[in-house]
């Protein structure tokens, strides 16, 4: 490195040709020092690494594709070993607890200490700014409750339902076999099985690890109707029906994805083995790509007849969508067309732009969708305000890792969550960030069978059970400190969110919470107004123009 940075000086001063000279001296120089003094062949080493930066060196000079190594030969790859390490140095060593990202450590530490069933007490108070605008608070009260009764079940399930099922508080969220390893399928599901929780598909289908330990499951379709498609990519009816067994409780449609709402989901060729392409009912070695759209239904009565049609293949169990929240009058046309033709969603899984993904667009990511608790807001007061709440269900899912998280969603109208990332750190994953290059250290999210062998079934399992436990238990502490016993009785009230450093209101007053049957009864007095006129049960598109300065927002803060 010195040799070349020295040549280069005197080549740049004396011309190329000038520079052989005092190029050819550098590098022989030292050569015959060590062949002089040198009586074993152990001088061969040195030699062997001063000869291999010289030809890098020379190399980097004359190509022509990096401008940076043309000027700083070999000294400007030490950059890119160090852009390399970047994320690592920065995880392990610089980073402060609270301030990793997607999750913290702090987030992770307590996902990992419940999971391994330590003491996931912190010390000395918390580390959190608790006057930042970000902060949102729960309230508790002088006369807590003995203990909460977390054995709470949630029945799932429309008179239309001859099926119902009885859900956790806390689930499993959408990832595929495909996505995730055969090794991390297996254990999630067996977690399932020991904690009494379900595991959602995802869009990749039902695989035989999915099956393996009896765990119960909601079968995730999406567009590209893996699992259940003809060679056209088309819904094959019959192959759904084989597939619902007794092991599938619930099914769902997957309308977008939080992390990249409106983008099919695309798994590499490379990726698509034949165990996998078998799963999908795709070919192998080819990319699979799930398309933008549903090619079943185009609005929203379709959808429901779809909807329909998968409740009576799946012999009457409960069926959902599960959507990230964009148009607004999109979600009140799926309303109007549930008023309309009668046919009722069994629940709703809200996606929060905060979730997660193995792979998506990085705008996608970071400035398409609703995040969680305005989503969460939006659809229970769509279906409050249409007077369907108290038959359809509603579930959020969205970077909801602790007791705090959950009970801040079943304040603003949840019944349950779900969980993806944090059931993956659970059974073993230290946020890498490998997730779509098939490199993942710990054999969660990767194909390769030597990586899959350090995660073991048996031990991870019982992690994800842990996990879930011991944060229901968790928000037992929470819900009797706020002196109830039903997780249920959350109310908007009991949460309070920092305006700024100086102002703090209950999130009903920062929020618009919707009466019973408004948007039936007067919806101009809402501020969904004129979303509401706007939508049809026939189109999801809006049936006039929704001009700037006609709406008054989703958004509001009381006088």
């Known amino acids: 490195m010195i040799i070349i940075s020295t040549w280069r000086a005197y080549a740049s001063r004396n011309g190329i040709k000038r520079a052989i000279i005092p190029l050819t001296g550098l590098v022989l120089t030292p050569i015959f020092l060590v062949l002089t003094f040198s009586r074993s062949a152990w001088w061969l080493i040195p030699l062997a690494a001063s000869l291999f930066l010289v030809f890098l060196g020379l190399y980097d000079i004359f190509q022509r594709q990096w401008t940076l190594t043309r000027n700083f030969p070999v000294a400007a790859r030490i950059r890119w070993m160090?852009?390399?390490?970047?994320?690592?140095?920065?995880?392990?060593?610089?980073?402060?607890?609270?301030?990793?990202?997607?999750?913290?450590?702090?987030?992770?530490?307590?996902?990992?200490?419940?999971?391994?069933?330590?003491?996931?007490?912190?010390?000395?108070?918390?580390?959190?700014?608790?006057?930042?605008?970000?902060?949102?608070?729960?309230?508790?009260?002088?006369?807590?409750?003995?203990?909460?009764?977390?054995?709470?079940?949630?029945?799932?399930?429309?008179?239309?339902?001859?099926?119902?099922?009885?859900?956790s508080l806390l689930n499993i969220s959408a990832m595929s076999f495909g996505a995730l390893s055969a090794a991390a399928i297996e254990a999630l599901n067996k977690g399932a099985a020991i904690g009494g929780f379900y595991h959602d598909t995802g869009e990749g289908g039902i695989s035989p690890y999915h099956r393996k330990h009896g765990g119960d499951l909601v079968w995730e379709?999406?567009?590209?109707?893996?699992g259940a498609r003809k060679d056209d990519g088309s819904f094959d009816p019959d192959l759904f029906r084989e597939?619902?067994?007794?092991?599938?409780?619930?099914?769902e449609i997957k309308l977008s994805q939080g992390a990249k709402p409106g983008h099919g989901g695309v798994l590499p060729g490379a990726k698509v083995t034949q165990e996998i392409a078998t799963t999908r009912k795709v070919k192998p070695g080819v990319d699979c790509v799930s398309p933008r759209a549903h090619s079943m239904f185009s609005t929203p009565i379709e959808m429901l007849e779809f909807a329909e049609q998968m409740r009576t293949l799946s012999g009457g169990k409960p069926v959902g969508i599960k959507l990230c929240v964009g148009h607004i009058y999109e979600v009140m046309a799926i309303m109007k067309a549930m008023h309309e033709t009668g046919i009722l969603l069994d629940f709703i899984v809200v996606d929060g732009s905060e979730g997660g993904t193995g792979a998506a667009p990085l705008e996608l990511s970071n400035r398409v969708g609703m995040p969680l608790i305005e989503g969460l807001i939006v659809m229970r007061n769509a279906l409050v305000g249409a007077g369907l709440r108290d038959k359809i269900r509603l579930a959020a899912s969205g970077k909801v890792y602790s007791a705090s998280g959950l009970a801040e969603c079943l304040a603003v109208g949840a019944d349950w969550c779900n969980a993806a990332r944090p059931?993956?750190?659970?059974?073993?994953?230290?946020?890498?960030?490998?997730?779509?290059?098939?490199?993942?250290?710990?054999?969660?999210?990767?194909?390769?069978?030597?990586?899959?062998?350090?995660?073991?079934v048996d031990v991870q399992s019982k992690r994800a059970a842990a996990f879930q436990a011991k944060t229901l238990e968790a928000l037992g502490d929470i819900v009797a400190a706020a002196g109830l016993t039903d997780p249920r009785d959350l109310q908007p009230y009991h949460l309070y969110h920092n305006i700024n450093a100086v102002e703090t209101l209950p999130i009903h007053?920062?929020?618009?919470?919707?009466?019973?049957n408004s948007l039936i009864d007067a919806p101009e007095e809402t501020p969904y107004g004129r979303w509401w006129l706007a939508a049809q049960a026939n189109s999801f598109q809006p049936a006039f123009k929704l001009e700037h300065g006609l709406d008054r927002g989703i958004r509001r803060i009381s006088e």
């Not at 379709?221 to 893996?226: E, H």
């Not at 230290?430 to 290059?437: F, G, K, V």
């Open 82 to 167: 160090f852009m390399n390490l970047r994320p690592y140095f920065r995880a392990y060593i610089v980073e402060g607890d609270e301030e990793g990202r997607p999750f913290s450590y702090e987030a992770r530490r307590l996902v990992n200490a419940r999971a391994e069933g330590t003491s996931d007490m912190h010390p000395f108070g918390t580390e959190q700014d608790v006057y930042s605008g970000e902060q949102m608070w729960l309230t508790h009260s002088i006369t807590p409750a003995k203990k909460a009764d977390m054995s709470v079940r949630l029945k799932v399930g429309t008179e239309q339902c001859s099926k119902p099922y009885s859900a």
């Open 221 to 226: 379709l999406g567009s590209g109707y893996f």
């Open 243 to 251: 597939a619902c067994n007794d092991q599938v409780k619930m099914t």
């Open 423 to 456: 059931f993956m750190f659970s059974i073993g994953c230290i946020q890498s960030l490998r997730c779509n290059t098939d490199t993942c250290p710990t054999g969660v999210t990767t194909q390769d069978p030597k990586r899959q062998r350090g995660l073991v």
């Open 509 to 516: 007053h920062i929020w618009h919470f919707i009466e019973e």
